[in-house]
């Protein structure tokens, strides 16, 4: 969606992925939009993460967030807020990516990005939705970070890990496997790289 434009919420409520009109990336214009959503009677639910290498754990956490209402707003952290957050290796998948894979789960209703200028709270406050939902996965915003943000919600919920592996876990596997294969080319190319010098050494 073009920065500017203004979204009908009938487009938001219409079935398929409808990003150009899910994606709300204008804090203003998503206020618009949530306070339109309000009005006609919609309860509000928001949740944030980067929502990378997405996974059945992400599909279950998403669902059971939508439980606590009728509209679910999820912000998605930029690749440069994730970078931040995560580490230079982070995230495995694009934003642009990332923001596709979410508008396809029927969960989803409304997309937003947090970027590194907005912090770890200007959406709360932007949407000041009826429930926030935090995951007991987010080291770094957990009950003690979210408390200065009640003011801004009704209610603050929980939610724990809905997946046994989580999205860092198998990064680090495929990092480690990555490197454990390395380490096997590279052991098994000794003894050729041995043979050679000594080959070498010998036509002297």
């Known amino acids: 969606m073009k920065k500017g434009r203004k979204v009908a919420v009938k487009n938001i ?6 990003l150009q009109d899910r994606f709300i990336p204008d804090l ?26 997405l996974h059945e754990g992400h599909a279950r956490y ?11 707003i999820v912000g998605v952290d930029s690749d440069e807020l994730t970078r931040m957050r995560k580490g ?13 894979m979410l508008a396809h789960l029927r969960s989803v209703s409304i997309l937003a990005l947090r970027e590194v200028k907005h912090g770890m709270g200007t959406l709360i406050q932007t949407v000041r939705p009826h429930v926030l939902i935090i995951s007991e996965s987010t080291k770094d915003f957990g009950k003690k970070e979210a ?12 939610l724990p890990p809905q997946a046994v592996t989580s999205t860092t876990a198998r990064v680090r596997l495929l990092t480690i496997s990555g490197a454990d294969q390395l380490a ?11 043979k050679n010098a000594l080959d070498k050494f010998r036509s002297k």
């Open 13 to 18: 409520l219409a079935q398929g992925s409808n």
């Open 28 to 53: 203003k214009e998503l206020k618009r939009v949530v306070g339109d959503l309000k009005r006609i009677g919609y309860r509000i639910v928001l949740t944030q993460g980067v929502w990378d290498m």
């Open 62 to 72: 998403l669902e059971s967030a939508l439980s606590y209402g009728d509209i679910l």
């Open 88 to 100: 230079p290796n982070r995230p495995v998948v694009p934003q642009s990516e990332r923001l596709q």
């Open 147 to 158: 408390a200065p943000y009640r003011p801004y919600c009704e209610k603050i919920v929980l």
């Open 184 to 194: 096997k080319e590279i052991i098994q190319g000794v003894p050729q790289l041995v």
